[in-house]
């Protein structure tokens, strides 16, 4: 996101902040600002592979955040580099911005929902996002426990449905991890603030791999999200 808000530019500050060291490899080019996206362009399969590798052989990373992938040909090769490395994934399943333009090419859906998400660790869809991955409504927090069910049936060891987009006086992230639920519930905010599912996902990562417990990263992931979102509206 070259306005600094979202994307790499969130990612990288977040992480920093929290103490955890960010290799960036860049998957889509994106031109946006605050009010969103108007043009995307991923990296080709091969650059994007020949990034992966050197971080990966020379880092030996643990974790890894994933966001917009963009073309099925570069979510196949992240799951496949991530089962060779045992790479331990903490995936946005970004479909489109917060404006509503698309940040997933025709056809990559499927291979989102079929291979990348059973490859993950965690999952951090928001409501819509999660209603179009389950094909379940997605309005109040027990849909979005069943939602949450659901997309963990799929594959990843825990999901957490943010709750920006439910319906309620409050915003409840509800997370589902080794069959139990955990619910966060804050104040909700008068408007999207640009970037906060990158912040959120990226500090998720970045706790987890400090070593927090998962509803205790989960949880503080969100509370650092909802922070800096109150100073960006």
């Not at 994106?30 to 990034?51: H, K, M």
């Not at 928001?126 to 997309?151: F, Q, Y």
């Not at 060891?157 to 966060?184: C, I, N, P």
């Not at 927090?212 to 650092?224: H, K, M, Q, S, T």
């Amino acid at each position: 996101d070259p306005s600094g808000g979202a994307g790499l530019a969130a990612d990288i500050k977040v992480i920093a902040s929290l103490g955890a060291f960010c290799a960036p490899v860049i998957s889509v080019i994106t031109v946006q600002d605050t009010r969103g996206v108007r043009a995307v362009r991923p990296v080709e399969p091969g650059l994007l592979r020949a990034q992966l590798e050197v971080v990966l052989e020379d880092l030996r990373p643990e974790w890894a955040k994933v966001g917009v992938l963009y073309s099925a040909e570069n979510i196949e090769l992240v799951v496949s580099l991530a089962h060779e490395h045992g790479l331990k994934l903490v995936v946005d399943p970004v479909l489109r911005a917060g404006a509503g333009q698309p940040l997933l090419a025709p056809g990559a859906l499927e291979a989102l929902r079929d291979r990348l998400l059973p490859a993950a660790f965690i999952i951090t869809p928001n409501a819509r996002e999660a209603a179009e991955l389950s094909g379940l409504e997605v309005r109040e927090p027990e849909d979005a426990r069943r939602a949450a069910k659901a997309l963990a049936d799929l594959g990843p060891e825990a999901v957490v449905v943010k709750g920006g987009h439910l319906s309620g006086h409050e915003a409840v992230d509800v997370l589902y991890y080794e069959g139990r639920f955990y619910e966060f519930a804050r104040p909700r905010l008068s408007a999207d603030a640009h970037g906060s599912g990158c912040v959120f996902s990226s500090a998720l990562a970045a706790l987890l791999a400090l070593g927090r417990p998962v509803p205790e990263a989960v949880r503080e992931a969100g509370d650092l999200a909802w922070e800096l979102s109150l100073i960006h509206i």
